[in-house]
């Protein structure tokens, strides 16, 4: 079976995006020239969480046949792949578009039902976000159906839990049990913290 990753959006507003846009940094330097790839800014925007998701993404993407792999819900610019190069200016578009809001949703959408025809009907489509948040989610059910799956051992954790397990399930090469998303409970109360990794 070919999987394809759906990565939610990082938080692309507020004082942390303003601080890379003129960070002297070579990401900073490369978001000015409009190079910057979107994962490496969400990554850096998100820290653990968008980079586990990252991680783990590509450590498990089997995509079918010239098709994507991965893709990013990246508000303005719709689903994109990580690789995809952004500017100063459209993270600070980025950053005046919430997730939950009709535009983001719409285009989202409109994106979903295209890839969808793209991709073999086996492929399974595994969301790395919350699916707590149901305007975007249920938009993806309407689309993909039963092929949406998720970590079901991300109900009931934070976004560093899951940040966590997702870089150490890449590290080990160990892939995470999924859950339909249609039906599922999308909350839960909060288990365990993970266990400090082994040194």
Do not use: C
């Not at 990246?74 to 792949?81: E, H, I, S, W």
């Amino acid at each position: 079976m070919s999987s394809l990753f759906l990565l939610s959006a990082a938080r692309s507003g507020g004082p942390r995006a303003m601080q890379l846009a003129h960070s002297p940094t070579e990401l900073g330097v490369q978001l000015r020239a409009g190079t910057a790839a979107l994962g490496d800014v969400f990554a850096w925007l998100s820290a653990l969480y968008f980079r586990g998701k990252l991680a783990y993404a590509r450590a498990f993407a089997e995509p079918s046949p010239g098709a994507a792999s991965t893709l990013v819900m990246a508000p303005v610019l719709g689903l994109r792949p990580p690789e995809t190069p952004i500017s100063a200016a459209i993270l600070q578009a980025m950053g005046t578009v919430e997730v939950e809001s009709a535009p983001f949703v719409e285009q989202l959408r409109r994106d979903a039902i295209a890839v969808n025809a793209d991709i073999r009907m086996d492929t399974q489509i595994v969301l790395l976000g919350s699916i707590a948040s149901g305007k975007y989610v249920d938009t993806l059910v309407e689309v993909f159906g039963a092929r949406l799956v998720f970590p079901e051992a991300f109900v009931g954790r934070g976004d560093m839990s899951r940040g966590g397990m997702m870089l150490r399930a890449a590290q080990s090469g160990v892939e995470l049990t999924y859950a339909m998303v249609a039906g599922a409970t999308r909350r839960g109360t909060r288990p365990p913290k993970l266990p400090k990794p082994a040194k």
